[in-house]
């Protein structure tokens, strides 16, 4: 087993599930690294893979950093795919923060895995991918919203801040309501 395999399997054993649906991905996640080891990280496993995002805050914890992706036609955490040259998936997940942001001051809030999703991505006709799962591992963030941000052009429409009462009704995603949550509690206990 890879260095890793070994460090994303410690840092998702030592997650907390939010609720069963998180505690659901974690074991599925868990499966998929043991089950493909290294191929897990990688889009040659073709029906599921591990990717990694960031949940970008502002310090005040009142307001979200997404993106409109192109792809999904939706507003999101940044994220994609791990790249060889990421030395591990809190790596993965700022390098992705940073190009389709373009922010150039961004701070981890903890290297903890902040968010655990099982998402299903559609068919892609140009890039030849079929219908498959991303098990992304998302990282928390923080950057002034005054930061300059840029988009993406390849992938993304559009980068904007969102008053965390606001993220709700832009999607039907569940996960990025469980975000918003994570993120209030974070804001009362002051951290």
Not at 14 to 33: C, G, K, S, V
Not at 52 to 57: E, K, N, T, Y
Not at 98 to 122: A, C, M, Q
Not at 175 to 191: H, I, P, Q, Y
């Amino acid at each position: 087993m890879s260095k890793q395999v070994r460090d994303v399997l410690r840092d998702i054993e030592n997650f907390q599930p939010h609720d069963m649906i998180e505690e659901a991905y974690l074991l599925l996640t868990r499966r998929l690294l043991k089950e493909k080891g290294e191929d897990a990280f990688s889009r040659v496993t073709k029906d599921a893979h591990v990717t990694a995002s960031s949940w970008i805050i502002n310090p005040e914890h009142t307001h979200v950093l997404l993106v409109h992706h192109k792809g999904l036609g939706m507003w999101c955490q940044p994220g994609g795919h791990c790249e060889e040259a990421d030395k591990n998936l809190h790596a993965s997940a700022f390098r992705e923060a940073r190009e389709e942001t373009g922010l150039k001051k961004l701070k981890p809030v903890s290297p903890e895995v902040f968010d655990l999703d099982v998402h299903t991505i559609p068919n892609n006709k140009a890039k030849g991918e079929k219908s498959h799962l991303h098990h992304d591992v998302r990282y928390v963030f923080e950057t002034e919203m005054d930061n300059e941000i840029t988009a993406q052009v390849d992938e993304v429409n559009e980068v904007k801040w969102f008053a965390l009462e606001d993220v709700q009704g832009l999607n039907s995603d569940e996960s990025v309501g469980r975000m918003v949550e994570k993120t209030l509690k974070m804001r009362k206990v002051g951290r």
